[in-house]
């Protein structure tokens, strides 16, 4: 192991290091926090699990989407005839 590796090492493990105290600082407090009120808050509340709803686009939007970003990426637009059946 390189001088450089063991570098790396040492700050991730000090990065995990910080991580583990600021977790074990949050369980105590919501520990206390939790014994102390009358009633108890959804745990989803506690947890933060509230997914952002997500909008739903139409087939329109999605393909000027498509298109923008294509622009923006410096693509070229190519139209291929459909062939029905």
């Known amino acids: 192991m390189t001088p450089y590796e063991l570098n790396l090492r040492i700050l991730e493990h000090a ?29 989803k509340k506690l947890i933060g699990e509230n997914k952002p709803k997500t909008k739903q686009m139409t087939d ?13 990426f410096g693509g070229k637009e190519v139209i291929v005839n459909k062939v029905e059946e």
């Open 15 to 43: 990065k995990i290091k910080e991580s583990e105290t600021k977790n074990g600082i949050f369980l105590a407090y919501m520990t206390a926090y939790l014994h102390r009120v009358e009633k108890m808050p959804p745990l």
């Open 60 to 72: 329109e939007q999605l393909l000027a989407q498509v298109r923008a970003l294509n622009a923006q």
